[in-house]
């Protein structure tokens, strides 16, 4: 089957079932696949805030690739850009060398981005997966202090490679690893267990200490200013400067994994900018590769830039499609605060239709979490939470749980979403809750 779309000729083969053993995901991708299981659908095009599945069934996407999608998929302009690089022959691969598409990337992102807010931050492309960054992170920070502990926190998620396994919480993700993930300290995050921010700060101070006893101190404080697959935990400005202050005290590099909340997805550029901190470290991935394209970036301050040419290296740590849809996300939703304004107003817009559906089934422990667009709606019972994924989807919404038991619903629309379309998805989910509930 043919189809067309934005101009392109798609060749789409005919729809396969996808249940049983004999379609070929069944058959022969390994058992690792996950997201293909809470939405089983063979995806073939999208649009903004719509993907497509093959048989021309249409979806709003609350999901947007857990934060990759932030301008919607397919955006016209970055498309456009990427293919007019394609076709008029630009470099693809080319290792870290310097490319007309990453100086244009670097020009603009210290122009929209570093110098608006003051940050003289060196920008280092690892390989261009979020874990990827955090473990530049991890190395860069051990060999700027020389030392080994890191400190991180409870329901935190940081990737799944060895040492971004290691801060984080997930304990079915970090079985995984089969082997000891050593010298990490784990403090609360603020709220969990109803833990306030006083007490969660003084439990950091102890782990601090603690690090200084036992092992000459801590090189590296990492967290999410909200947690993402933590379960949409919102952390207070109040909170994040006393972490900021303690990381200073104790001479440890404060990072700042912004791999799923940044790229405005807060409301700000960065999630920790109303906090007004200063991170050491800040990693971003996922949607600051615009379309979707793989890229990652860790961005530490000058003097911290300690790394001997090549120490840390990778073949593919600078995709150059990726830096070209990067530049024109930049350039079209960032140099002003239309994007920002916009993420507002929907944030309060799913916040109020969050607290209706809250409203509307006193009795079943409801709560709404997060901010921008990055909200969630938590229940206390996970079955419910598994519920109301799933009706979702049978009503042409996809949707993601997250939280240690999977007990929130996670809402993350692309930024971009249209008025017609939040709308709709909202109207989907507050008809899963009330299916899931009766
Ligand atoms: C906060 C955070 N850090 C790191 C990662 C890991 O990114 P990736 O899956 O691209 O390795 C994720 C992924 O969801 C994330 O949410």
Same mark, same amino acid.
């Given at each position: 089957?043919?189809?067309?779309?934005?101009?392109?000729?798609?060749?789409?083969?005919?729809?396969?079932?996808?249940?049983?053993?004999?379609?070929?995901?069944?058959?022969?991708?390994?058992?690792?696949?996950?997201?293909?299981?809470?939405?089983?659908?063979?995806?073939?095009?999208?649009?903004?805030?719509?993907?497509?599945?093959?048989?021309?069934?249409?979806?709003?996407?609350?999901?947007?690739?857990?934060?990759?999608?932030?301008?919607?998929?397919?955006?016209?302009?970055?498309?456009?850009?990427?293919?007019?690089?394609?076709?008029?022959?630009?470099?693809?691969?080319?290792?870290?060398?310097?490319?007309?598409?990453?100086?244009?990337?670097?020009?603009?992102?210290?122009?929209?981005?570093?110098?608006?807010?003051?940050?003289?931050?060196?920008?280092?492309?690892?390989?261009?997966?979020?874990?990827?960054?955090?473990?530049?992170?991890?190395?860069?920070?051990?060999?700027?202090?020389?030392?080994?502990?890191?400190?991180?926190?409870?329901?935190?998620?940081?990737?799944?490679?060895?040492?971004?396994?290691?801060?984080?919480?997930?304990?079915?993700?970090?079985?995984?690893?089969?082997?000891?993930?050593?010298?990490?300290?784990?403090?609360?995050?603020?709220?969990?267990?109803?833990?306030?921010?006083?007490?969660?700060?003084?439990?950091?101070?102890?782990?601090?200490?603690?690090?200084?006893?036992?092992?000459?101190?801590?090189?590296?404080?990492?967290?999410?200013?909200?947690?993402?697959?933590?379960?949409?935990?919102?952390?207070?400005?109040?909170?994040?400067?006393?972490?900021?202050?303690? @990381?200073?005290?104790?001479? %440890? #590099? $404060?990072?700042?994994?912004?791999?799923?909340? /940044? !790229?405005?997805? =807060?409301?700000?550029?960065?999630?920790?900018?109303?906090?007004?901190?200063?991170?050491?470290?800040?990693?971003?991935?996922?949607?600051?590769?615009?379309?979707?394209?793989?890229?990652?970036?860790?961005?530490?301050?000058?003097?911290?830039?300690?790394?001997?040419?090549?120490?840390?290296?990778?073949?593919?740590?600078?995709?150059?499609?990726?830096?070209?849809?990067?530049?024109?996300?930049?350039?079209?939703?960032?140099?002003?605060?239309?994007?920002?304004?916009?993420?507002?107003?929907?944030? @309060?817009?799913?916040?109020? %239709? #969050? $607290?209706?559906?809250?409203?509307?089934?006193? /009795? !079943?422990?409801? =709560?709404?979490?997060?901010?921008?667009?990055?909200?969630?709606?938590?229940?206390?019972?996970?079955?419910?939470?598994?519920?109301?994924?799933?009706?979702?989807?049978?009503?042409?919404?996809?949707?993601?749980?997250?939280?240690?038991?999977?007990?929130?619903?996670?809402?993350?629309?692309?930024?971009?979403?249209?008025?017609?379309?939040?709308?709709?998805?909202?109207?989907?989910?507050?008809?899963?809750?009330?299916?899931?509930?009766?």
């Amino acid at each position: 089957m043919a189809m067309t779309f934005s101009g392109l000729l798609l060749d789409i083969p005919a729809p396969t079932a996808l249940a049983g053993p004999s379609d070929i995901f069944t058959r022969r991708e390994s058992n690792v696949r996950s997201y293909c299981r809470s939405f089983p659908a063979v995806f073939a095009t999208s649009r903004g805030a719509t993907m497509w599945d093959e048989d021309g069934r249409a979806y709003i996407d609350f999901f947007a690739g857990a934060g990759t999608v932030n301008y919607g998929h397919n955006e016209p302009r970055m498309v456009q850009a990427v293919v007019e690089y394609l076709t008029g022959g630009g470099i693809v691969h080319s290792l870290d060398m310097h490319t007309v598409a990453k100086r244009a990337f670097l020009e603009e992102f210290e122009r929209t981005v570093l110098e608006p807010r003051g940050m003289a931050h060196r920008v280092q492309c690892p390989g261009p997966t979020g874990t990827n960054a955090v473990e530049a992170a991890l190395k860069l920070a051990r060999k700027v202090t020389g030392r080994r502990t890191v400190i991180a926190f409870s329901n935190g998620y940081h990737g799944m490679t060895l040492g971004a396994l290691a801060v984080t919480a997930n304990p079915q993700a970090r079985a995984g690893a089969g082997v000891p993930l050593p010298h990490v300290r784990v403090a609360p995050y603020e709220g969990n267990h109803g833990m306030a921010t006083d007490e969660a700060l003084e439990a950091l101070s102890q782990q601090l200490r603690l690090a200084e006893q036992e092992d000459g101190g801590a090189a590296a404080i990492i967290l999410e200013c909200i947690q993402g697959e933590g379960g949409v935990n919102a952390a207070s400005p109040v909170w994040l400067r006393g972490v900021a202050e303690r @990381a200073r005290a104790h001479g %440890a #590099l $404060l990072i700042v994994d912004d791999i799923q909340a /940044g !790229c405005g997805r =807060s409301g700000t550029f960065f999630s920790f900018e109303p906090a007004g901190i200063e991170p050491d470290i800040i990693l971003l991935s996922k949607a600051i590769g615009g379309v979707g394209m793989p890229m990652a970036l860790v961005l530490h301050r000058p003097e911290h830039d300690c790394w001997q040419p090549g120490e840390h290296n990778g073949t593919f740590r600078g995709f150059n499609l990726a830096f070209v849809a990067a530049t024109a996300a930049l350039r079209h939703f960032w140099r002003d605060d239309t994007l920002a304004r916009s993420v507002a107003t929907n944030g @309060a817009i799913v916040r109020e %239709a #969050l $607290l209706d559906m809250v409203q509307a089934h006193p /009795g !079943c422990a409801l =709560s709404v979490r997060g901010r921008g667009l990055m909200q969630g709606l938590r229940c206390e019972d996970p079955a419910l939470a598994a519920r109301i994924g799933r009706a979702a989807w049978d009503r042409g919404l996809v949707i993601e749980r997250s939280g240690r038991e999977d007990e929130v619903v996670k809402l993350m629309p692309p930024l971009v979403i249209s008025d017609d379309e939040l709308r709709r998805g909202l109207a989907i989910l507050a008809e899963a809750v009330h299916a899931a509930i009766h």
